[in-house]
């Protein structure tokens, strides 16, 4: 019976490592790839919450740099705006019951693309030889929703327009039941009256 010695424990340990150090690395590049290519801006966190890279979308649209957003706590970014308590819970909750959130509306005061409406979903992303992965997606609707109030004020205009019309065309129809009716009774009472044969 052959017993292994401690130079083979050796090797394969070194082969399980470079194997896993290699799959890791071939996941990586293909996460990588697919979130650069996506127009909306996108982070990646660690299980910890902290960012481990961008994709350039996510640095155009917040005006960022790298260096100010990779290894850090996403609740730290631009001096803290991402500290949100309703988005803090959601994020501390998706690792623990490995869930998911999607439509989470952001409206906040960035500090150099001022006020945006972002939708965010994230999902977790886990293997059971790699780590996990948080991806945050954030889509910015500012503008579909100006449109929506700027639509949603003249729809509230119109109505009002129109229930004033309503109105005065209720108050005329009103005034003319009254005169129909003053003249019917006029009528009514002519009928009695002798006809001047002059």
Sequence with gaps: MKTNTDGENMVAQNINTDFFDSLWEESWTYIKTVVDIVREPVLILDKDLHVIVANDSFYRTFQVEAKDTEHKLVYDLGDGQWNIPALRKLLDEILPKNTFFKGFEVI?????????????????IHSKRLPPIILLAMEDVTEMMAVAETLAGHANRAEARFAEKTQKLELHIGKLEQEIDELKKRTGEN????VDSR
């Design 108 to 124: 906040h005061e960035f500090p150099a693309i001022g006020r945006k409406v972002m939708i965010l979903n994230a999902r977790q």
């Design 191 to 194: 009928k009695g009256a002798p």
